[in-house]
C-alpha cells in the first residue's frame, strides 16, 4: 500500500468517525469483478435500501440520508468497484453494462436481500435505473436524485468545465470545478479532504454508456421518485423532469431548492431525506 492509499483511507475513516452512527457495520462482499465494501446502518430484518455514490465521492457521502433511513431500513452504503473507495477490484474488470449489472446482482446476493430499494445519485443513479430495467423482480421503490445520462444527456458547459478534471484529476481541478458547480457552497471540510485525497487515488474509469432503452423503461412497474436540484449545473432539470415523465408510469417527481447537482447528497436541503423517507415508508417496505 502506498502513502497516498494510506493517506485515502485516513481520510475516508475520518468522514465515517466524524458523521456515520457509531453502530454501522462494515462488510466486504465478494462478487466476480472484486471485493466490494459496505457500510450498513439500521436494523437487521428491516427492508433493504441500497445507496450508490456517484462518481468519485465515495459511500461515505450518504451519511445524513443513511443516518434518516436508518430507523426504519437496513440501509446499504456501497462503494462501487473500480472507483475511489474501500472496494477492491478484481482481475476481471466491469467493461460493459452487463458486467455492471452482475456486478450489481452479486451485491444484492452477498446482502442476502432477494430484492431491495435503490437509491443512487448521479452515477450512481444511472447504475439504478439500468438495473430496475435489468431486474425490476428485485428492486422494490427507485429513488433517482439528480441522475445523469438517464432521461436526457449532460449540458455541454458542464462537460466542457469537466474535461480538464477528467482527463488529470488533480486536487486543483477537482476543486475548482466543483467550486464551480456548487456556486461555492460550504461543504464539510472532513469529506472535502477525502474528496481531495480521491484524486491521487488508482481507479479505473466508470463504465458509461447509453441511455436506459426507453420502451423498458415504459414497461416498468416499479415505484420511481426523482429529485432533482433547482440548480444543477449537469443537466437542464425542466428537460429531465419533462422526459422522465413520459417514459416511467410510476413516477414522483419534486425540485430540491437551491440544491446544485454536487452539493448532493451530503448537503441537500432537509426536504431531500423527508421525501425519500415518505416514499419508501409507502413503497419500500
Known sequence: MTTTDDAFLTAYDAVMAAHWPASTEQAEIRTPFGTTHVNTVG??????????????????VWYGTATALGSAHRVHAVDLVGDPGRSVAGERGIRRLGDLMAWLDAVLDGLGAESASLCGHSYGGWTALHYAAHAPGRVRALVLVDPTNCFTGFSRRYLLRALPMLLRPTVRRRRAFLAWETRRAALDETWLRLFDQAAGFPAARPLTGPRPAPEALRALRTPALLLLAELSRAHDVGRVAASAATLLPRLETAVLPGATHHTLPLAGPPEMNARIEKFLAAHGG
Open 43 to 60: 436494523p437487521p430484518d428491516a427492508p433493504p435500501v441500497v445507496l450508490l455514490h456517484g462518481g468519485g465521492t465515495t459511500s461515505t
